[in-house]
Structures are given as structure tokens and as C-alpha cells.
């Protein structure tokens, strides 16, 4: 018997078993970054959404970012970043300006606060991925995990793209 190539296979239902592996992969993920969001956030007071817009913000050249282009970035609608930026800025990690060359642009800047913030989470939160993500897999397990995530990301992007 041959075995299915991921084209033939995608033709079809999936099987119970396929059914089976897609909800205990969903469940685990769910659960992960739950317990991943509620350490980030009663160890730094930061939530996952902050902590992506920060960790955008420091990777970025000058420490700054069109708000379209954040958004991009991180995968959120504009309207759901706008409003959270909104709440970052209320809380002095982010400042927004007018961007100079299009005024119907806002460029969203690092403040040292929220560099600050960004700083002093970034090793619990490290330490939470390392406990309940990297302990529970053997070095083999997390070579296929992120084979398996780098397959997932090339299909995901191919689909999208058509």
C-alpha cells in the first residue's frame, strides 16, 4: 500500500484518528499558552499582546514602527492594535506620534518604561517557555516540533497566498 501524499490527502475528510492527533495538538496548544500568558502576566504584569508589541518595538530599527507595519508583524487587525496601543500608551510603554512623511500614518515608539517592562520580563517569561514547553520534549521531540511548525507555517503561507 503507498502512502498518502498531503495533496491526496487533503482531498478526503479527516479520519478519526487524524481527528483525534488535530484536537489533542489544539487542546495542548491552548493549554500551553494559557498557562505561558497567565506566568507573563503575574510575573511582569504584562500581557502576550504587550510583550509581542514590545518585542517588536526593541527588534526594530530606532526602537520604532509604523503602526500598519506593527501590525503586519505581529499578525493583528489595525483596529485590534490601535486599541491596544491605546491601552499601552495610557500605561507610558508606548507613545505614538504622527508619522512625518504620511499624516494619516502614526509611527508607535519604545518609551524607556516600556523598555523597562520588556527587560524585566524577558527572562521569566524565557524560564516559563523553557519549563512548559522545552522540558517536555526530548532534544529528538523538539527538532520535529519545530519541523512539524516550519511545515505547518509553508503550507499555511502557500494557501494564503493563492
Known amino acids: 500500500m503507498t502512502e498518502d501524499t498531503p495533496r491526496q490527502r487533503g482531498r478526503q475528510l479527516p479520519t478519526a484518528e487524524e481527528l483525534r492527533i488535530w484536537r489533542d495538538f489544539i487542546e495542548t496548544t491552548d493549554v500551553l499558552r494559557s498557562r505561558i500568558a497567565s506566568r ?9 499582546g504587550d510583550y ?10 530606532e526602537q520604532q ?4 507595519e506593527l ?3 505581529i ?3 489595525r483596529s485590534r492594535l490601535s486599541h491596544h496601543l ?11 506620534q504622527e508619522c512625518a512623511t504620511d499624516p494619516r500614518g502614526a509611527e508607535v515608539h519604545l518609551t524607556a518604561a516600556g523598555a523597562e517592562a520588556f527587560r ?5 517569561h524565557l524560564r516559563a517557555i523553557r519549563e ?27 494557501r494564503q497566498a493563492r
Do not use: C, K, N, Y
Not at 120 to 124: A, D, F, L, N, R
Open 40 to 48: 507573563l502576566q503575574s510575573e511582569s504584569a504584562l500581557s502576550p
Open 52 to 61: 509581542a508589541v514590545l518585542l517588536a518595538l526593541t527588534e526594530a530599527p
Open 65 to 68: 514602527m509604523r503602526s500598519s
Open 71 to 73: 501590525a503586519a508583524h
Open 75 to 77: 499578525g493583528w487587525e
Open 86 to 96: 491605546g491601552r499601552m500608551e495610557r500605561r507610558g510603554l508606548i507613545r505614538r
Open 120 to 124: 524585566g520580563s524577558t527572562v521569566p
Open 132 to 158: 512548559l514547553f522545552v522540558d517536555a520534549l526530548t532534544p529528538e521531540q523538539l527538532l520535529a516540533a519545530g519541523e512539524i511548525a516550519a511545515a505547518m507555517r509553508a503550507h499555511l503561507d502557500t
